[in-house]
């Protein structure tokens, strides 16, 4: 199957139009079933967008699920009644990069991230040397919250735009989880959909795996899979992604109109789509992890959003 689709090329002002194959090219490799073509052709530090339709959907459960997390409970009914851009790939360190260079930016060193010891904080490690090999098209690890908004900051005052991080919501609807079965079929079938917790990395990080092989026992550059229905890349996989609103462990008080979970003196935010290596756990598109502001792990970064203005409609 043939994915087309319509891409925004925020850093060149131009208009891309591609259309990845089906087949992809892992790394390390464990397989090899071919290249496709990159969401970045010929611009490592590209900002690409997709619109997401309006919609309305239940996000969380009141059916107790052994599977599920206690913090997907209740279920609440949200509209988001407005399209919205959502980042066709998650930020990658080529993009971050230009932000640290061009500002001076320096976070000190610190990100909790996989060693010869297990999982350590590790004082010497940051989003240049998370610990594993990355090439610039992979997404920016290491990184926090505080350290996501200083990038959307500059990037906003540079381009003229509201950037901004996606709402759980928001998320929820660009990554197809309101749809009844996950798009990529069964277990055997989502290491095509994204870099999770497979049988290549199940011994060396997370014990147990998806019964599938993606290729990568690290991070995989941003877009190397299939895309999602909505055109979106690593949706599901990758890293963990930083989204505005704060966790309280469960949904009861989410904002019904999509509109981000506001809570004073909040000491975690969420986070949605799964990374690399995770918990032992079938992975699943309404799985939530939460972290505080300040924290930076090997398996986490984010995605951008931006409001649709009525120039652009």
Known sequence: MIFRLLIFCICTGCVIAFSPQSSFAPSPPAQTPGARTSPHPGCADCLLFETIQPG????????????AGPDVFPAVNVTIAKPFKI???????????KFADKTGYDPKPGCRTLTDFGWVQDQKADWRN???????????????REDALAYISWLSKRDGKSYRLPTEAEWHLASAANRPAPYWGT???????????????????AKVGEPCNDGSLYTAPAG????????LFDMIGNVWEWTSDCWTGSYDGLPADGAPFVVQGCKKYALRGHSWTDAPGPVSLHTRYALPPEARQAIVGFRLAQDITESQE
């Open 130 to 144: 998370a610990g594993f090999h990355q090439t610039e098209t992979d997404p920016v690890v290491c990184v926090s």
């Open 224 to 231: 190397l899979y299939k895309p999602n229905p909505n055109g």
């Open 187 to 205: 277990r055997y079938d989502v290491c095509d959909f994204g870099n999770v917790p497979d049988i290549t990395s199940k011994n060396k990080t």
């Open 56 to 67: 309305s959907f239940v996000i969380g459960s009141n059916i107790r699920d052994s599977k």
């Open 87 to 97: 980042g066709v790939t998650q930020v990658t360190r080529a993009q971050f990069a």
